[in-house]
């Protein structure tokens, strides 16, 4: 990788750093302040999918961040997801002082125990491309269940769920899950692409 290359990359770094850090600022005062529990219940969805779109698009839009995000090992970029054990052990902890539903908590919960034990299984595999697809495409599939069943829960006005946008818990939702889905997504077209270009050469 030439100089300029490194300079362009580092400059994108510093955008996302400073993007990232603007929005997890942004979710920390709406959750905390409960400005976030005042949003009317059937927006949030939609709001966690456009925060997990959006990056999404930067990604395929912009060369210059699909490239730092390429730069990343595929090893780090599934480290990240090590953080899903403390949602899922929060959300599980929520359920059993029956605070949010037994449904939601043993899809989000108990999904993200299991994505989160999956990364040292993951890293201890012989070395490889396909099992970060596996890994991810399963984390992708977490995501959308946990997302759907959140959704259905809201649309159904089922008791409890209104407890998942209060401080700290909703900070989960708010940023960690559009982040790891969006990462999800990254990850498995970064890995495709390795394949292919192994392939090819």
């Given at each position: 990788m030439g100089p300029e290359n490194e300079k362009t990359l580092e400059r994108v770094e510093r955008w996302f750093v400073a993007?990232?850090?603007?929005?997890?600022?942004?979710?920390?005062?709406?959750?905390?302040?409960?400005a976030i529990s005042k949003v009317p219940?059937?927006?949030l969805g939609p709001l966690l999918l456009t925060e997990t779109i959006i990056p999404i698009l930067v990604y395929y839009?912009?060369?210059?961040f699909r490239a730092y995000i390429?730069?990343?090992?595929?090893?780090?970029?599934?480290?990240?997801?090590?953080?899903?054990?403390l949602a899922g052990f929060t959300f599980v902890s929520y359920g059993i002082r029956h605070l949010l539903p037994e449904t939601f908590v043993h899809t989000a919960g108990f999904g993200d125990i299991l994505?989160?034990?999956?990364?040292?299984?993951i890293l201890i595999l012989p070395n490889?491309?396909?099992?970060?697809?596996?890994?991810?495409?399963?984390?992708?599939?977490?995501?959308?269940?946990?997302l759907g069943t959140g959704i259905t829960l809201t649309l159904a006005n089922a008791p409890l769920i209104a407890n998942l946008t209060t401080y700290p818990v909703i900070l989960i939702p708010l940023i960690g899950v559009p982040v790891s889905g969006a990462v999800h997504v990254m990850a498995i077209d970064v890995a495709l692409r390795k394949l292919r270009k192994r392939g090819s050469s």
């Open positions: 993007a990232l850090t603007v929005w997890g600022a942004c979710a920390f005062v709406a959750a905390c302040s409960g219940r059937l927006i839009l912009s060369g210059s390429s730069s990343i090992d595929l090893k780090h970029l599934t480290i990240f997801h090590l953080w899903r054990l994505e989160g034990v999956l990364v040292p299984v490889g491309i396909r099992k970060y697809i596996v890994f991810h495409i399963i984390g992708l599939l977490d995501f959308v269940l946990a």
